[in-house]
């Protein structure tokens, strides 16, 4: 069984919903419920996975050891179908995740009212151009990964929940609107949401 390290409703939860589309076990474990993460993550971040004696850290790193050690049809094993999951998933994890995170940073970083609301603007318009991207090439397909969902959608999926803490507009076209709730419906995100309700509740 694996263990994961998480914050409610971070990253991890990628993470989580992966490892239940692999059809492996996990055991979640709340961050916020430990005097001594920065001794399993100097860094203090999560995701953060356990598989026995090997310890592994930052997200896209995790997905990918994941999907090479369970073959899935979220990672195909050769050619120009495995080169387009890995760049979507880096997109997600390098581009979107970061996006994202500058609305974490002003909120907790910026106190001036006027200086905040501005960079919440350029914030945002940075995340929608993102989106616009997206949109574009679900164009021609229901995900990111074609016809079933990739780690990359899954990943987005997470990500588009952040913006409602926020005072943003974050702007999602059709096919994005579609593939986002498709993800966000499948067992495996609803069984990783209702993990981390249930220690929330404990």
């Keep these: 069984m694996y263990t994961l390290y998480y914050l409610p409703d971070a990253c991890s939860l990628a993470t989580q919903v992966v490892l239940h589309e692999l059809g492996q076990a996990v055991d979640i474990v709340n961050v916020q419920h430990l005097n001594n993460f920065p001794a399993i993550n100097p860094v203090a971040t999560v995701p953060v996975l356990i598989d026995g004696e090997r310890t ?51 909120a907790q970083y910026i106190s001036d009212e006027s200086a905040r609301q501005e960079a919440f603007s350029a914030a945002s318009d940075a995340i929608n151009k993102l989106w616009q991207v997206v949109e574009q090439q679900l164009a021609a397909q229901a995900f990111l990964g074609g016809e079933r969902p990739s780690a990359a959608d899954i990943m987005l999926a997470v990500y588009c929940r952040w913006g409602a803490s926020f005072p943003v507009t974050i702007e999602q076209g059709s096919n994005t609107t579609r593939m986002l709730a498709a993800v966000q419906a499948m067992p495996s995100f609803q069984r990783a949401l209702a993990a981390e309700q249930a220690q929330a509740a404990a």
Excluded: V
């Excluded at 790193?61 to 195909?76: D, R, T, V």
């Excluded at 995740?97 to 940073?105: E, N, T």
């Design 56 to 106: 592994l850290r930052e997200g896209a790193a995790i997905l990918l050891y994941l999907l090479n050690k369970h073959p899935s049809h979220m990672l195909a094993t050769s050619g120009a179908d495995r080169e387009q999951a890995i760049e979507s998933l880096l997109f997600a994890n390098a581009t979107m995740h970061p996006a994202y995170g500058r609305l974490f940073f002003i």
